[in-house]
């Protein structure tokens, strides 16, 4: 592969919108249990094709999803990335599946952590303030939490009882080893493909680590940007932040602004 530019986006509420923030003429991009789920802009959906055509970009959407729940997006037809990043950096999918000395690799990075979170995982499965408590392709653990509004409380208390990082998005919480992070994963594959260059979007702090090492780092507010020491960080000037970081890439001279 002799794309040397890496664009490395985060999915959820970054490309993808949930039907509570749904365009109009947004087109479904996953179905689950027979309800649309997550929508591309009509504009986005453009400029995706546009940019897999692209011979000096890879295009690599980095996820905290599971390998089934990333396989759920349709992307524009004939646009699906060769390449994904899902698990957090942990799992890489090469045309849909594992690649093996990858996984293999994040296996023995992982290790020494999973007594760790098998425990955590079998204490919280008796919390009633949990719906969810899940170990995900072995890589992490996931908690989803009935109330919203108490969740940074709940994950204060969480990192006092782990030395995992512990990260949180809405009702989700996270306890990841410390190498299952969105910055080391978007790293490890920086170095293996040769990049020469870096550009990272996201929303959430558990996109911070892959925003912070990037030449330029794109996030949707300036809430987002006071998270990052990251002096490159460009803030969405528009109304869909999806759009706006599809325009950066293919709209600018990446390998010299």
């Known amino acids: ?88 950096g942990a799992v890489l ?16 990075l992982t290790a020494p952590y999973r007594d760790e979170l098998n425990s955590l995982c079998e204490k919280y499965s008796e919390y009633e303030c949990y719906k969810t408590v899940r170990i995900v392709d072995d890589m992490f653990l996931f908690v989803y939490c009935y109330n919203k509004d108490e969740i940074e ?18 009702s989700k919480m996270y306890f990841f080893p410390p190498v299952s992070n969105k910055g080391y994963g978007v790293k490890r594959f920086a170095e293996r493909y040769g990049c020469e260059r870096i550009i990272s979007a996201g929303d959430s702090m558990i996109d911070c680590s892959m925003l912070e090492i ?3 780092a794109l996030v949707p507010d300036e809430k987002m940007r006071s998270l990052l020491k990251n002096e490159n960080t460009l803030v969405c000037n528009e109304e869909h932040f999806s759009e706006f970081i599809l325009k950066y890439v293919l709209n600018n001279n990446l390998l010299t602004d």
């Open 1 to 88: 592969m002799n794309k040397k530019i890496l664009f490395a986006c985060d999915l959820d509420n970054t490309l993808l919108h949930s039907h509570r923030r749904k365009a109009e003429g947004a087109i479904c991009a996953e179905v689950l249990d027979g309800k649309e789920q997550s929508f591309f802009t009509p504009l986005a959906y453009k400029l995706i094709g546009e940019l897999t055509a692209r011979e000096d970009v890879i295009f690599l959407p980095v996820t905290t999803r599971s390998k089934e729940q990333y396989k759920r997006i349709k992307f524009p037809e004939g646009c699906t990335p060769k390449l994904a990043l899902v698990c957090n």
């Open 214 to 216: 990037a030449d330029t």
């Open 93 to 108: 999918l090469e045309e849909d599946e594992p690649e093996k000395l990858w996984y293999e690799e994040s296996e023995k």
């Open 153 to 170: 409380s709940i994950a204060a208390e969480c990192m006092k009882d782990t030395f995992l990082t512990v990260e949180y998005s809405g």
